[in-house]
C-alpha cells in the first residue's frame, strides 16, 4: 500500500528524517511512535505528497508520489483519508455541508446521491442525528467522530489518522479508538495512526513503528514492542526517566 525507501528531509540544516524504510500492507493499522517533534505528522504530510523529500522514494499503491503532476498526485488523494488532530471542520458549514463538500467538489454525483453517502457515513460513527448541527454546537468527542465521517466520505484506500483521541477523556478516548478499528474493518481500508496515547497504541495497531532522531529504529506487532530488547522503545513505552532517551538533556 505504502513504501518510503531511504527518505530524507530537511529545512535548510535542520534534518528532520534522515533515512527512513518504512513498508506498509494493505488493510494493516500501523501505529507510529516517537517524541514530540519527531517528524510522525510529517511522515503523513509526506505520504500525501504535501511535503517533498530532499532524496528518496513515497510510493502509494506502486506509484512514485515524489514530484508527480498535480493532476495525479489530487487523483491519488483522493483514494486517501486524512483525520485531523483538530477535526478541521469549517465552522459555517454544517455537519451535513461539510461531509457532503468533498463529494461535490470532487465527484458527479448527484445531490440525491450525496445526501445517500453522507447519511451512510455518519450512521457508521453514531452521529446521524447531529447531521444539521454547526461544528460549535458539537462536543469535542462529537467533532472527532465527523472528522471520522469526512476521512471516510470518499471510501478511500489509505487512512492517515493524526493524533486522533488527543485532547478528549479515556472514555470518549476509547470510544474513538473502537471506531478506527470498526472503520477499518468495515470498509477494508489501510491506516497509519499518529498518536502518543499508549492505551490507544495498542488497543489500535496490528503493527507499530518508532521513529527516533530521524530514524525507524523498531517495527513489530504489539505484543513483541511492549517486551522490545530496544531500551529507546522500552523507555518510551513505559514513560521512564531514567534512560538513553534523556540522556546528555536537562528536562
Known amino acids: 500500500m505504502i513504501e518510503l525507501r531511504s527518505v530524507h528531509l530537511a529545512f535548510g540544516e535542520h534534518s528532520i528524517l ?9 488493510r494493516e493499522r500501523l501505529v507510529v511512535l516517537g517524541q514530540s517533534g519527531s517528524g510522525k505528522s510529517t511522515l503523513l504530510r509526506l505520504i500525501l505528497g504535501i511535503l517533498q523529500p530532499t532524496s528518496g522514494s513515497v510510493q502509494f499503491q506502486g506509484e512514485e508520489i515524489v514530484r508527480m503532476p498535480r493532476r495525479r498526485l489530487n487523483a491519488i488523494r483522493q483514494r486517501i483519508g486524512m483525520v485531523y488532530q483538530s477535526s478541521a471542520l469549517i465552522s459555517s458549514l454544517s455537519v451535513r455541508e461539510n461531509l457532503a463538500l468533498p463529494l461535490s467538489e470532487l465527484t458527479e454525483k448527484s445531490p440525491k446521491e450525496i445526501n445517500a ?10 452521529m446521524i442525528d447531529a447531521r444539521e448541527k454547526m461544528p460549535s454546537e458539537l462536543s ?15 471510501d478511500p484506500a489509505l487512512i492517515l489518522y493524526d493524533e486522533p483521541s488527543a485532547g478528549l477523556d479515556p472514555v470518549i478516548s476509547s470510544v474513538i479508538d473502537d471506531l478506527i478499528i470498526s472503520l477499518s474493518e468495515k470498509i477494508g481500508a489501510t491506516s497509519v495512526i499518529v498518536t502518543h496515547e499508549m492505551g490507544s497504541a495498542f488497543k489500535i495497531a496490528t ?26 522503545v522500552a523507555q518510551f513505552i513505559s514513560g521512564n526517566t531514567h534512560g538513553p532517551i534523556l540522556e546528555g538533556r536537562t528536562a
Do not use: C, W
Open 117 to 126: 453517502i453522507v447519511e451512510e457515513k455518519l450512521e457508521l460513527v453514531g
Open 140 to 154: 469535542g468527542g462529537m467533532r472527532k467522530r465527523i472528522g471520522l465521517a469526512r476521512g471516510i466520505i470518499l
Open 18 to 26: 534522515s533515512g527512513v524504510d518504512l513498508r506498509l500492507e494493505p
Open 207 to 232: 503493527r507499530m513503528a518508532m521513529l527516533y532522531e530521524g530514524q525507524i529504529i523498531a517495527t513489530d506487532h504489539p505484543a513483541a514492542f511492549k517486551v522490545s530488547p530496544n531500551p529507546i
